[in-house]
Structures are given as C-alpha cells and as structure tokens.
C-alpha cells in the first residue's frame, strides 16, 4: 500500500509539471460517414500498449464558449482507432440515435468512438438534451457486457501499480490555465478497482469544476455518484456519451466508498476495493446544490465513454 501511495504521488506530482500541451480546434463532423476524418492527436508515447488491450488516440482540440470566453480546461478527444477494424458496414449508414442500440458485436468501436466524442456546439448540445439516447441505458449495459468480455480478463492480469502507471501515463495534461490551487488526494487511486486503461483513459489528473447536482444516486458499490450540470467555463468537457436519462448532460462525479457496499449485487470485481478506507467522507449533496468540485478528470469507457470526476478529492457548496 505504501508502495502505492508513493508511486501515484510520484506520477501525480509528474504530471502536474507537465508543460501546457498547445491545442488545436478541430472540426469535429458529427456525421457517422466521417467517422475517420483526419485530426491532430497526441504522440504516441503518452499512450501504453504494452499488451494486445487497445489503446487511445487523444484528438486535441479547444473550443471556445458562446461568449467568446475560453473554457478552463482544455478536452481531448478519446479514439480508439483500431476497434474500428471490426466495424460492421451497415453500422456506418445508420443515426447515431439508432447506432447505440444496435448490437455491439457489430458496432462497438463506432458506436463508442461517437460516444466518446465531445458536443460541437450549443445547438447540438441543446438537441442533446432534448433527445437523450435512452431512458433505461441498455445500451451502455450493452457496452459494459461487451468490454468485460474483451478487455477485462487482461486487464485484470495486471497489478494495481502497474495500472495506475499506465492511467497517469495516458493523461495529456492537456489544461489550459493551470488554476487548480486545490491539490487531489493520491491515495484514493488505492480504492480503484481496475483503474487502468482501457477502462478508464485519464485527460487531467486534477481539475476544479463548479455546477449544479441533478441526479444523486448510491450505487451498489458504495460509492456516492451525481450528475453535475457544468457552469459555462467548463461545460466543454463532457462527451456526447454523458447525454443519457440518467446524466441529463452532466459530468459523472463519483465520491467513493461513502456507504457500506451491497455484498448480493454489487460488481465481484469491486468486492473489497473499499477495505481500509481512509479517505474524505463527504456531507452528501443534494439535488439543486451548488458545487465546487476537486478530483480527477477521466473518461470512463467501460460503462459507455462518459466523462467523470473520479475519484473525488475535495466537494464544497458554493
């Protein structure tokens, strides 16, 4: 454990010293047809495939509010390119409200490449909200099924050092104005289960976010999760996978281990990764609070290629 605790503080501290990665706007077409435009992304090295798991490509890109006021923090685009190879044709000549529910032994790396994307604009955000992709999300069961049949017998192979190196080794550092003043708590990284990529592809390894809760939930692991409806300066980070009943638009912010976990349906994999617990235990949030948030910036990719805070370091009410 201690072992542990100094490796993440090592990488941690790392890649915070990382320069400012300079960015470039894409133009991100959100027609399935142009689904392998070409993009600036990262160099390879920032990204491990050490193993036959896939790995990422990050499409850097910046965007600017309707104000003209830049966003805080910079969003990269996850892509996995090469899970394309296996892509079904009828998948390309379908609506992305329709290529979802489609199986994903046919269309998994499409249907998960315009997940992971980020909202062009305004009006397509709005349409978003408007039009979430489903009301009961079988499709990211589907996703999850899917990657755990694949990926997460390999995954598992690997240590949970070993893992955590490659989590922070995929992080760009890719932020704009280095503004986080509140510094995330390491440790928690010691209460992830299978926190290495694919599962989750890490963009900043500390942010500072404020917005409103909409959605307060307890799931079976014992964490406590909300959706976070984003203030204007960093609405630009979540991905077109966070458009769902259940996110409604917001970022996935996740507070682990608050409750005590349900041993009968919780996930096996996370059974015990809460052992020895000694990080925050937070005064829970309610729907319509206001929060200033502390944590990680990842993706989640597992579960449907939403953006999250996770783990959470620090939560005020603002």
């Known amino acids: 454990m201690d072992k542990i605790n100094l490796l993440v503080k090592t990488l941690l501290i790392a890649a915070l010293s990382?320069?400012?990665?300079?960015?470039t706007v894409i133009s991100n077409s959100n027609s399935i047809a142009n689904a392998s435009t070409n993009t600036t992304e990262t160099p390879s090295s920032l990204l491990l495939s050490n193993s036959s798991l896939p790995s990422a490509s990050l499409v850097n890109e910046t965007v600017t509010s309707s104000n003209n006021n830049s966003f805080?923090?910079?969003?990269p685009t996850v892509q996995f390119k090469s899970l394309l190879n296996g892509v079904d044709r009828s998948c390309y000549t379908i609506p992305l409200y329709n290529l979802v529910?489609?199986?994903a032994a046919l269309c998994y790396g499409l249907q998960l490449n315009e997940l992971?994307?980020?909202?062009?604009?305004?009006?397509?955000?709005?349409?978003?909200?408007k039009h979430p992709f489903t009301k009961n999300l079988v499709y990211a069961a589907n996703f999850t099924k899917y990657f755990d049949q694949k990926f997460t017998p390999e995954l598992r192979l690997k240590s949970q050092a070993q893992q955590v190196q490659e989590l922070f080794a995929s992080s760009p550092t890719a932020q704009k104005t280095n503004t986080t003043s509140n510094k995330?708590?390491?440790s928690l990284w010691n209460f992830m289960p299978l926190p290495g990529p694919p599962r989750f592809i890490m963009l900043n390894p500390c942010v500072?976010?404020?917005g409103n809760v909409s959605v307060v939930r307890f799931p079976a692991d014992g964490d406590a999760v909300m959706a976070l409806t984003l203030d204007k300066p960093y609405s630009n980070m979540v991905t077109v996978g966070n458009f769902n009943d259940k996110m409604k638009g917001g970022i996935w912010v996740e507070l682990i281990c608050q409750k005590p976990m349900n041993l009968t349906t919780v996930e096996p994999f996370k059974i015990g990764s809460c052992k020895g617990y000694n990080g925050p235990v937070f005064n829970l949030p309610k729907v319509g609070d206001h929060l200033t948030v502390t944590g990680t910036y990842i993706i989640d990719v597992r579960e449907?290629?939403?953006?999250e805070i996770h783990p959470t370091s620090r939560v005020v009410r603002s």
């Open 72 to 75: 805080v923090y910079a969003s």
């Open 304 to 307: 449907g290629g939403h953006a």
């Open 116 to 129: 992971l994307k980020h909202p062009m604009n305004e009006t397509q955000r709005d349409q978003l909200l």
């Open 208 to 210: 500072t976010v404020s």
């Open 184 to 186: 995330c708590n390491p």
């Open 18 to 23: 990382v320069p400012i990665v300079a960015v």
């Open 101 to 103: 529910h489609r199986p």
